[in-house]
């Protein structure tokens, strides 16, 4: 069900290619713009607890488009990723890749909730250009925040958006 939902996360942004400026929320992706077939590192920055209450997991879920992600370990917290099937194989050094990270997650850590904190990967981008949504979850002690919502409306302010990455044509890089 993760699969499908993260998809339609994915296809929504990239067929409605909504405002980069509905990212207003407090889960962000910087930079908000990265050149397709590009190696790039994506920070995820968490602004606020939950209602109070510190951050002690943060997830985030990659669509196909992110490829090869590799989490920076962060001191006090704990890193697990889940490896699922791609529905298209690509090319990575000479090497077919099936299956690659989907989700990440930092774990076991402390975010209070007076602080700011962002979580690290190195990835390479795909050739395809558009938005896509990178959603998050934000665990808290008391409490979870789903940063997963799109919208096809510019004007429109969401409650938990989703983090969203602008892929623009670029050099590429193999």
């Known amino acids: 069900m993760m699969k499908n939902t993260v998809s339609r996360f994915c296809y929504a942004s990239l067929v409605f290619g909504f405002a980069i400026s509905n990212a207003w929320g407090h889960a962000t992706v910087s ?10 590192r994506l920070s995820f920055g968490i602004t606020h607890g939950c209602e109070g209450s510190p951050t002690v997991e943060v997830i985030v879920y990659l669509p196909e488009s992110i490829m090869g992600a590799k989490p920076m370990p962060k001191a006090g ?9 791609l529905s298209q194989p690509y090319t990575s050094h000479g090497k077919e890749i099936k299956q690659d990270v989907r989700v990440i997650r930092w774990k076991s850590g402390q975010l209070p909730d007076e602080h ?59």
């Open 31 to 40: 930079p908000k713009q990265a050149g397709q077939d590009s190696y790039q």
């Open 116 to 174: 700011y904190d962002e979580f690290v990967m190195m990835t390479r981008l795909g050739s395809k250009t558009g938005m896509v949504a990178l959603p998050i979850t934000q665990i808290c002690e008391k409490g979870r925040m789903d940063w997963n919502q799109v919208s096809d409306e510019a004007s429109k302010k969401l409650a938990f958006p989703a983090p969203v990455l602008e892929i623009v044509p670029g050099q590429h890089h193999h």
């Open 77 to 85: 917290w704990t890193i697990e990723t889940e490896i699922k099937a």
